[in-house]
């Protein structure tokens, strides 16, 4: 298979950038060794650079070049761009951020200019928190959240009664393959079901609050907690789905009355766990749609934005 010509040579980008090392510059070209076929390369102090940080925080050419201009004693600090792609933005962006307050803090604000991380974006002006950017969505706000809810979730709940009179009538008249199918939708439903219950819980609590500023970590902490909770509920779901199915052998089989009330029981004590794990999941998806707001007006200018709209 023929090679395309940007695969040639040392650098991918750049085929002739060996040729190019190669060539004196008067210039020191940092490299992790000298090499004596490039004339002008200086081994890169990382000793120094290590014990200047005191951590390992180097992810990024910038942290070098930061430390460097310390080590070498430079005054003034100007920065005129850090592009970075998605993927070495996850990676890199935190080693931009440690070295640019590394700078700040040795050389003085005033003498390092430029705190961009990509074009056209300053990330270190963002709304102070506690004192700006505060602004409350209102009782209102939460009132018709849960109206919307309450009308999703009293739909869900006739829906899940349903299913399980279905499943009830299939027992008695001993359609145990339609159990089964009726078993597993009933089991979804319960999860939709106490979806929507737990968002319609989380919409009326917040409604309790009144009027008072929104709280960024009081979402968060809720979600989290929620999300943890349900991660908890969840095996109880597997564990009856465990028993129903052992139960359900016995019932095809013997067509036994013991085992299919066994079944029935089994069945509605799945369903409520089902119902319960689905009120965490719904619980963290209110938060959440919360967080997405809040976060959404802190960006656009806060009290004002939210007062115009």
């Not at 003085?108 to 002006?125: C, M, P, Q, R, W």
């Not at 095809?252 to 029981?265: F, G, H, P, Y």
Request: aromatic share 14%; proline share 3%; with cysteine.
């Amino acid at each position: 298979m023929h090679e395309p010509d940007i695969y040639k040579g040392h650098n991918t980008k750049d085929q002739k950038h060996w040729e190019w090392l190669q060539q004196k510059h008067g210039k020191p070209i940092y490299m992790q060794e000298v090499d004596p076929l490039v004339p002008d390369s200086v081994e890169y102090p990382l000793q120094e650079a290590l014990l200047l940080a005191g951590v390992r925080m180097f992810p990024t050419t910038f942290a070098y070049m930061a430390a460097l201009a310390v080590l070498q004693g430079y005054q003034e600090v100007k920065i005129f761009g850090v592009e970075l792609s998605a993927s070495e933005y996850e990676y890199q962006a935190n080693g931009y951020l440690f070295w640019f307050g590394f700078l700040c803090g040795r050389l003085g604000t005033y003498n390092v200019d430029s705190a961009v991380l990509y074009i056209d974006k300053n990330i270190f002006e963002v709304p102070l928190y506690g004192y700006e950017g505060s602004f409350a969505f209102g009782v209102d706000y939460f009132a018709d959240r849960a109206r919307i809810l309450d009308g999703d979730w009293s739909a869900a709940e006739k829906n899940l009664a349903n299913l399980k009179k279905a499943i009830e009538k299939s027992v008695d008249s001993g359609k145990f393959e339609k159990v089964q199918q009726l078993t597993m939708q009933y089991q979804s439903a319960a999860i939709s079901c106490g979806e929507l219950a737990g968002a319609l819980a989380e919409a009326e609590r917040y409604q309790t609050f009144g009027n008072r500023y929104a709280d960024r970590g009081g979402f968060e902490f809720a979600a989290a907690t929620a999300q943890k909770q349900g991660e908890e509920k969840k095996p109880l779901i597997w564990h009856y789905g465990g028993q129903i199915e052992y139960v359900w052998n016995i019932c095809k089989q013997s067509n036994s009355i013991q085992a299919m009330n066994q079944l029935m029981t089994l069945i509605e004590k799945m369903g409520k766990a089902a119902y319960d794990t689905g009120a965490m999941l719904g619980m963290y998806k209110e938060n959440i749609i919360y967080l997405m707001k809040y976060d959404d007006i802190a960006r656009a200018g806060g009290k004002a934005l939210l007062e115009a709209v």
